[in-house]
C-alpha cells in the first residue's frame, strides 16, 4: 500500500525550472519503480520519466530529454523531478506514480498507485 502527494507545481516563464516533489507513506517504497506522467489540455495523460526502486535506472519521453532529471531519495521516500529550460508545451497536471515491479514502464495501467495531481503552467 503506497499513498502519494504532489507538490511544487506554479506559474513560470518559459525558460524557467520548477521541481516537483512526491511524497509517499506506506511500506516497501524501495520496492516500486515510480514515474511521472503530465496530462495537457486536449491530450491523452503520457509518460514524462520513470526510476527503478533503487534509483540506478531512469527513463524519459523524448520530448522532456536533456531537461528534466527524475530521482529519488529512499530514505526520505520521496521522488523528484527538476525540470530545467521549460516551455509552454510542458503546461498541464503533473502525476507522481507508483509502479508494483523494480524497473519502471511507460505504460499507465501498469501503475497501481497515483497522487492526486499539481499543475504546472509556463507561459511565454
Known amino acids: 500500500q503506497v499513498q502519494l502527494g504532489e507538490s511544487g507545481g506554479g506559474l513560470v516563464q518559459a525558460g524557467g525550472s520548477l521541481r516537483l516533489s512526491c511524497a509517499a507513506s506506506?511500506?516497501?517504497?524501495?520496492?516500486?519503480?515510480m514515474g511521472w506522467f503530465r496530462q495537457a489540455p486536449g491530450k491523452e495523460r503520457q509518460f514524462v520519466a520513470g526510476?527503478?526502486?533503487?534509483?540506478?535506472?531512469?527513463d524519459y519521453a523524448d520530448s522532456v530529454k536533456g531537461r528534466f532529471t527524475i530521482s529519488r531519495d529512499n530514505i526520505k521516500n520521496t521522488v523528484y523531478l527538476q525540470m530545467n529550460s521549460l516551455k509552454p508545451e510542458d503546461t498541464g497536471i503533473y502525476y507522481c506514480?507508483?509502479?508494483?515491479?523494480?524497473?519502471?514502464?511507460?505504460?499507465?495501467?501498469?501503475?497501481?498507485?497515483w497522487g492526486q495531481g499539481t499543475q504546472v503552467t509556463v507561459s511565454s
Open positions: 526510476i527503478s526502486g533503487s534509483g540506478g535506472n531512469t
Open positions: 506506506g511500506s516497501t517504497f524501495s520496492s516500486y519503480a
Open positions: 506514480a507508483a509502479q508494483p515491479a523494480y524497473y519502471p514502464g511507460r505504460t499507465r495501467s501498469f501503475y497501481v498507485y
